[in-house]
């Protein structure tokens, strides 16, 4: 049966929801509507971003699980900016699962997504819900990097490349309230459960019953003699990597089984200012003490408008060659792109039938996506 939305934006209250719902309302979507706790402060919302009066509200608490139900009953894609998602997100997933409804989110937190695996992925397949995790910038433009390397490696080689090396050569950008809130979510998990650390440290955390070889930790500075640049720890690489395991695993090791992959930041300077360059980034954590964004803060829209960000993916093949793949996008990277990368992706699930289970955006959506955020959302993919 149609459902009365293609796409409810849930969270569109906050700082990354908003921004969501202006997008949308400025592509002219239709059959969306805005959901969150607060009717009154939805309607502001709607009238700050300039959406139709008439676009519709829909109120949904994240304590309240019958409403989340509700909620996901109305939709063919619930797309979620309510997080700290370990917090406020289990119920909804558990909905969407329950009901065959896609769902979207801007995850980056790896317990809680392995958690959500263990006790809905069985449900979503046999229901039929396309549940996708980590739709912004971790890990979209990394996820499609790597996938759209190993095409060209299999075009051009026939066989994955073994190795690949994930390098972050510009990105500008702040960051928001909920980022930071997630990241100190995620660090207290921690603290009071032991095991998780171990799940956290680990690259397979999200290919349940699957490891694969020993993967670099990516958190030294080094210098690598391939880019001929001093690299320092890159504060996303610990979801990312998680995420292209995964889409390796959903893809029946696509990449290979022994495929080794890390991310670390270049950084600019040679000899021992390269090298003091990279020790002192890696000792910067911009998220430490009570000084970041509150929920609803983040950068402003001159921020976000010149912002952007250039990722290199570096393919080693056994025989010593070498395949590149480079990754832009305009605006910054956390709420700019994100933003419209997420949209663009709850807009594909509306447009698309799929299988259920709980996915990565790569191993989903993939080269459609990739089409999709070229054309619409700024992002440009070349192989070299
Ligand atoms: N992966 C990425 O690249 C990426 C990028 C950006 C953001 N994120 C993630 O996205 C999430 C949101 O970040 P943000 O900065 O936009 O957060 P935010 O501004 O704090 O917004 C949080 C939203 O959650 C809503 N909310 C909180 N408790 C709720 C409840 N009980 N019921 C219903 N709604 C509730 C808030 O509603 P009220 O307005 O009513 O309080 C608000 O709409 C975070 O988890 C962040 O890590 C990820």
């Known amino acids: 049966m149609a459902r009365d939305f293609d796409i409810i934006v849930y969270g569109a209250t906050g700082f990354t929801g908003r921004l969501v719902a202006e997008y949308l309302a400025g592509a002219g979507a239709t059959r969306w509507a805005m959901a969150g706790r607060s009717a009154d402060k939805l309607a502001a919302v709607r009238d700050a971003i300039g959406a139709p009066a008439d676009t519709p ?14 909620m996901a009953e109305r939709a063919t894609v619930v797309l979620t900016t309510v997080g700290p998602y370990q917090l406020y997100g289990s ?14 989110d801007l995850c980056g937190e790896p317990g809680w997504m392995r958690s959500m695996i263990d006790a809905h992925e069985a449900e979503a ?31 051009r080689h026939g066989a994955p490349a073994p190795r690949v090396k994930g ?18 979510a995620t660090l207290a998990a921690a603290a009071r459960d032991p095991s998780l650390l171990r799940l956290l440290a680990s690259s397979f955390a999200l290919t349940p019953g699957f490891t694969g070889p020993h993967q670099p930790t990516g958190l030294i500075p080094e ?22 395991h995964r889409t390796n695993f959903l893809l029946d090791h696509r990449y290979g089984a022994d495929f080794v992959y890390d991310e670390m930041v270049v950084v600019p300077g040679l000899g021992d200012l390269g090298k003091a360059a990279a020790e002192a980034l890696a000792k910067i954590n911009p998220l430490k003490g009570d000084k970041g964004p509150k929920p609803g803060e983040g950068p402003s829209r001159a921020e976000r408008e010149s912002g952007h960000y250039d990722l290199l993916f570096a393919g080693l093949m056994p025989d010593g060659t070498r395949i590149d793949t480079v990754v832009t996008g305009d605006r910054d990277p956390g709420y700019g792109s994100t933003s419209k990368m997420i949209a663009e992706t709850a807009r594909l699930l509306a447009e698309t039938d799929g299988e259920g289970g709980i996915w990565t955006p790569g191993a989903l959506l993939g080269a459609r996506l990739r089409d999709r955020l070229r054309e619409r959302a700024g992002l440009t993919f070349e192989v070299g």
């Open 57 to 70: 509200l829909v109120i949904a608490d994240a304590d309240d699980p019958a409403s989340l139900r509700a």
């Open 91 to 104: 119920d909804l997933v558990a909905a969407c699962a329950a009901t065959g409804t896609a769902y979207a």
């Open 125 to 155: 397949k046999r229901t039929g819900a396309r549940i996708v995790f980590s739709c912004g910038f971790d890990s979209i433009p990394f996820d499609l990097g790597v996938l759209t390397l190993q095409e060209a490696a299999i075009a």
């Open 167 to 184: 390098r972050v050569r510009q990105m500008k950008g702040g960051f928001s309230g909920g980022t930071a809130a997630s990241l100190k």
């Open 223 to 244: 210098y690598d003699a391939h880019l001929n640049a001093w690299l320092a720890p890159f504060v996303m690489a610990p979801i990312n990597t998680k995420n292209v």
